[in-house]
């Protein structure tokens, strides 16, 4: 009885185990580069291999891609924990408009809003793409001290009903996170 028991869910745990993406399409953020301008720190990145084949076939048929992305930014303390100054949050959403044939990509950070191309490359370009986004200003930081800058990224589908997002088949088909992406700077 108990072998037949693990067997039945262990049976269960495979059918209702979701696919993993193949090697190097979980996403990985890239080409990080941190300067300044006369007022504020930038931050410039691109995120690289996050949209399966799966995901554009749902993209061309309607279904939004939402990617979310969060920087923190920590001041070093000797001999006591790094001080947070910075918790930012914010999202790009890509969507197809069938009737114009064109991608939709809506950035909320910067000021950014809507940019349409009829390019899916383009349009997945757009989508993980940060171009200098001001992240705290110089003001805030103290000289000759170290900070580390941390990105990390969420994609996710927002677009099913609350009852589909419960069900363990399609609970990581559209969303995976990346790990946290470190760097350090001395101002």
Known sequence: ?????????????????PAPLPAGEEGRIDDVVITSS???????????DFISSE???????????????F???????????DRKLV???FRHVLQY???KEEYLVDRTEGGLREVATT??????????????????PLEALEAEQTYTLRIKARLADKSRPPLLSRLLPFRRLWSFETDWYSVEFRY
Not at 55 to 69: H, V
Not at 71 to 79: F, I, K, L, S, T
């Open 1 to 17: 009885m108990r072998y037949l028991l693990g067997l039945t869910l262990l049976l269960i745990i495979t059918f209702y185990a």
């Open 38 to 48: 006369t007022s504020d720190v930038l931050l410039y990145f691109q995120m690289r």
């Open 55 to 69: 995901m554009e076939q749902g993209i061309e048929s309607g279904l939004p891609l939402t990617l979310t992305f």
């Open 71 to 81: 920087v923190e930014v920590y001041r070093h303390r000797w001999g006591w924990w």
């Open 87 to 89: 918790d930012l949050e």
């Open 97 to 99: 408009d069938s009737l």
């Open 119 to 136: 390019s899916l490359a383009e349009a997945r370009d757009l989508l993980g793409r940060i171009s200098g986004i001001p992240v705290i």
